[in-house]
């Protein structure tokens, strides 16, 4: 049963045997040729949902450094009155701002305060409730993803661009991981929304406010935010232009500016932070000559040979849909010319990629070779595309850290002392203290074997941590002769993924790990 008006009243339809029974739309006349039957999307929404669920349930870990550590354990730290970074002023160690915005990290903070507050501070209970947030936000990039879609095309591209959003291998592990990156991506899909609607003034300081966010998550997706505003400027539309940025100014004013000042003392002191250091050392870090990387990322996502056509359609859609190309483009170029190359700073505008994929190539199908082809491409794609997304949304990454610590949780010692033994393999992994919950937990390597045994003479440890199997029963054998009741706390495999990554590099430490607990304090 549905009520339609064209006088900006609402639109309730109400979908019989439908999850999503009641939807509130407003609607004008205008909207009519682009309203969306979502009963044709109930499928693509519905297995969005399941996979999105159980990468919640098994997709454990932290898929990199920064996704961990500069979110989760600084965030939790500051609940417990520990600043694991030192990046507070008032933290002794502290240098100066260090140019990460307090935007995400922030609201991860009052996350993890709301659930002490409620009594749940076990990690793994605490990661899985974060995980199911972030899942849940994604969806947000699944549906707009086709509201924008259809806005600009037909409804059968919109369901193309639903199922890839949906289902694609890399966005149900990459939307419960706390990657600035993706966290943003909710945000800016909403806030590009908002900008297209058209609907009324004021979507357009909606647009601002959102896409403000985004760029208060992550700096970078200013330039996205510019090439959005760049449209407006150039086409003398002063109203969209001087509202939209007004929203962003307002944002940034809380966010950078107050925010800023209430912990350092004086507004933007982040972004400046993050301003010197670029100019000072980020052309230096991770050099990449590939110019073409970013490119080969956005297509690679989406496999080949799919991927190589989404390509095409995305540079043949560049004068149709010119509002959302340019300041795609813009982000890809800018990164593309920034030294500092790396492939998740492009991931996004991933969905933004996919849509223009597959609405520019619609322009393209002009003989039945082209539309054999792409044909062809889609079925490749999910032959391909489903054996890696169950094997991607089943992923523990960095299974061998997480379970090392998490072995040693609630161990009621005031401070943990752990040697991290790695003189087989030369070298040791990062570990998360997170998981222990202590952070007076102190980290002490051996990684020559030269070295003494307990590398500093007569120092003591609550565990060693032996990384590796090489000549493991040798390296046991030779601690038991200083702790005689030393015993095994746990034995840490790496997951499938880890193997899996450390053999196609090695730089990728993804351990066996063994927990033995020395008992020579007790």
């Known amino acids: 049963m549905e009520f339609i008006n064209t006088n900006n009243t609402p639109r309730i339809s109400i979908l019989r045997g439908n999850i999503f029974y009641t939807i509130f739309e407003f609607q004008t006349k205008a909207d009519m040729e682009s309203s969306i039957n979502w009963m044709r999307f109930k499928w693509v929404i519905f297995g969005a949902v399941v996979v999105r669920l159980i990468a919640v349930i098994f997709s454990q870990g932290y898929g990199m450094h920064d996704d961990h550590f500069l979110i989760i354990e600084a965030a939790s730290s500051w609940v417990d009155g520990y600043d694991y970074n030192n990046w507070l002023p008032w933290t002794e160690g502290n240098t100066g701002p260090d140019g990460h915005s307090f935007s995400y990290v922030g609201l991860n903070y009052i996350y993890f305060l709301f659930m002490k507050f409620l009594g749940i501070v076990d990690p793994k209970t605490l990661m899985f409730f974060n995980r199911l947030i972030h899942a849940a936000l994604s969806m947000i990039v699944v549906i707009y993803g086709i509201k924008i879609t259809r806005k600009f095309s037909s409804e059968e591209n919109a369901m193309r661009v639903g199922w890839l959003i949906a289902l694609s291998w890399l966005f149900p592990i990459l939307s419960v991981r706390n990657i600035v990156e993706i966290a943003a991506m909710p945000i800016l899909v909403l806030g590009f929304w908002y900008l297209i609607r058209e609907r009324k003034g004021l979507d357009f300081?909606?647009?601002g406010i959102l896409i403000g966010f985004a760029v208060s998550f992550r700096y970078q997706i200013g330039v996205f935010a510019i090439g959005a505003a760049a449209c407006y400027f150039f086409q003398w539309k002063w109203k969209p232009f001087?509202?939209?940025?007004?929203?962003i100014l307002i944002v940034f004013l809380i966010t950078q500016g107050l925010v800023d000042f209430l912990i350092w003392g004086y507004p933007f002191a982040e972004m400046l932070g993050y301003i010197v250091y670029n100019m000072?050392?980020?052309t230096e870090y991770m050099p990449n000559t590939n110019y073409f990387m970013y490119f080969m990322v956005l297509a690679g996502s989406m496999l080949f040979p799919l991927g190589a056509l989404m390509m095409v359609g995305f540079f043949k859609s560049w004068k149709k849909y010119f509002?959302?190309?340019?300041?795609?483009?813009?982000?890809?170029l800018f990164h593309t010319l920034y030294p500092n190359r790396q492939e998740r700073f492009v991931l996004t505008i991933l969905p933004f990629f996919i849509i223009l994929g597959v609405i520019g190539y619609d322009l393209f199908k002009n003989s039945t070779m082209k539309e054999r082809l792409w044909k062809f491409s889609w079925i490749a794609f999910w032959v391909l595309n489903i054996p890696l997304l169950l094997f991607a949304t089943t992923t523990y990454s960095k299974k061998s850290r997480v379970e090392s610590m998490y072995a040693i949780h609630n161990n009621s010692k005031k401070e943990n002392v752990i040697l991290c033994e790695g003189s087989a393999n030369v070298h040791t992994s990062m570990l998360p203290r997170f998981y222990c919950g202590n952070w007076n937990t102190t980290f002490i390597e051996r990684t020559d074997s030269t070295l003494s045994l307990t590398v500093f003479d007569g120092y003591e440890y609550d565990y060693i941590y032996f990384f590796a199997e090489e000549k493991l029963a040798?390296?046991?054998?030779e601690y038991k002769?200083?702790?005689?009741?030393?015993t095994l706390k746990a034995k840490c495999s790496p997951s499938m993924i880890d193997v899996l990554l450390r053999k196609l590099n090695p730089r990728n430490a993804?351990?066996?790990?063994e927990v033995w607990e020395t008992n020579s304090k007790k």
């Open 205 to 207: 300081l909606w647009a």
């Open 474 to 477: 040798e390296r046991i054998a």
């Open 510 to 513: 993804n351990e066996y790990i």
């Open 242 to 247: 001087l509202l939209f940025c007004a929203g």
């Open 280 to 282: 000072n050392q980020g």
């Open 481 to 486: 002769t200083i702790y005689p009741k030393m």
């Open 323 to 332: 509002l959302i190309f340019l300041p795609t483009f813009i982000f890809i």
